[in-house]
């Protein structure tokens, strides 16, 4: 049924798109694709300020008389700030040009901004708000005629950087607890907290400006934790947890050390019982912060991902070598897994585990303020050892 629904739609298809603003009138021609009828997103500039870039991660953004939308060639989703709405034809590029969707003029742009509204008996879109609408186009016409000069920051790669540090768990969420047998008492949140407010100073005193997710035992929804980090346009994400032994291992209580995970399917089952471990905070998450599982999103998030993947990977490896110069229990390596809290960070983003609080040893170090301030200084002279890195590699002067 939706497919002959699509098929009827197509063959309807008008052959060019009316844009009315005012008395003013505007005609594109629509264009037929493989996958589709659509129009050229770069003559939508005289009647819609259309501005056109090509992000990093292979992404179109595109401003349409005000509203920024983000698409991709062959992806039949469109993102506009955080929702994520289907499209019946994927955008493409015919010519080298990039042709979107008539549906993303018809439904999608009248849905999401209150200045437009289309007319499907007349296949034309109406600007209702064109004040609003004529000062996106002559802003966007005046920035293409006059480019504005580079940034500092543009200019100079060493601008200061935005640290997002989540301390892990909160409020009714307590986390981990131990040890096994004897030694201080752990209950990871608190220690979370306290390492990551070390982390924080630490950061701060090396030039970097810091946002921590919580600062007190409060509960933060694994999924907004990755929002409030992309709503700062921060550069980094590190979260600070706690690890516990699998209580079926034969000796639990003699299992310690630090390992740091990245974003990726996890490869080995201890890195899979860290992964669940770590999700199952997600039942302490109630009404509208709890994840949804949209299946749109989750397409669009892990496209997202894939652009920070190596470098997470990067950070996560320069924090555990780090550590290991400092932490007196084993190193257990880099590794990867699906964790929530990082799912939505899109930025190089790490899980630090730093060490099992059901060990007496590592509970002892964890639960020690000058150790906290030893591990939370070794993770930030790893931040600064990775962005100086990176900072090399993306540099211009590079050579």
Not at 22 to 43: K, M
Not at 59 to 83: C, K, M, N, Q, S
Not at 165 to 182: C, E, F, Q, R, Y
Request: proline share 7%.
């Amino acid at each position: 049924m939706l497919a002959a629904l699509l098929i009827a739609c197509q063959l309807a298809a008008p052959t060019q798109l009316v844009i009315r603003s005012g008395d003013r009138t505007v005609n594109v021609p629509v264009v037929s694709t493989a996958a589709g009828e659509g129009v050229r997103a770069d003559l939508l500039g005289p009647a819609l300020g259309a501005a056109i870039r090509v992000l990093p991660n292979g992404h179109y953004a595109i401003t349409l008389g005000g509203v920024a939308l983000d698409v991709a060639e062959h992806v039949p989703f469109v993102r506009v700030g955080d929702a994520v709405f289907p499209l019946a034809v994927a955008p493409s590029l015919v010519n080298g040009r990039l042709v979107v969707p008539l549906q993303l003029l018809s439904d999608v742009l009248p849905r999401v901004s209150g200045a437009f509204a289309y007319d499907t008996v007349r296949d034309e879109l109406r600007v209702t708000d064109t004040a609003a609408v004529h000062v996106a186009v002559v802003d966007t016409l005046h920035t293409a005629a006059n480019p504005p000069p580079p940034t500092p920051s543009t200019r100079n790669p060493k601008r200061r950087r935005l640290v997002v540090v989540d301390a892990g768990h909160g409020g009714p969420d307590n986390g981990m607890t131990g040890p096994i047998g004897k030694g201080p008492k752990v209950i990871e949140k608190t220690v979370t907290l306290a390492v990551a407010k070390q982390l924080a100073s630490a950061l701060r005193a090396r030039g970097y400006d810091v946002l921590m997710t919580r600062t007190t035992d409060t509960l933060i929804a694994l999924s907004d934790r990755g929002r409030i980090a992309n709503a700062a346009h921060a550069d980094l994400f590190i979260s600070v947890h706690v690890n516990a032994a699998n209580p079926n291992w034969k000796d639990p209580g003699a299992s310690r050390g630090f390992e740091t995970y990245f974003l990726a399917e996890a490869k080995t089952e201890d890195a899979k019982r860290v992964e669940r471990m770590e999700n199952e905070a997600v039942k302490f998450e109630t009404g509208v912060h709890a994840p949804k599982g949209d299946p749109l999103s989750f397409i669009i998030n892990d496209m997202a991902q894939n652009e920070h993947l190596r470098e997470s990977s990067e950070l996560a490896e320069t924090i555990q070598s780090s550590l290991a110069q400092v932490h007196p229990a084993p190193s257990r390596g880099v590794k990867q897994a699906n964790f929530s809290v990082l799912r939505n960070s899109f930025m190089p983003a790490v899980l630090v585990e730093i060490g099992f609080g059901t060990n007496s040893k590592d509970a002892a170090i964890l639960t020690s303020a000058s150790w906290q301030a030893r591990i939370a200084g070794a993770i930030a002279d790893a931040t600064t050892r990775y962005v100086k890195g990176y900072e090399r590699r993306v540099s211009p002067q590079r050579r």
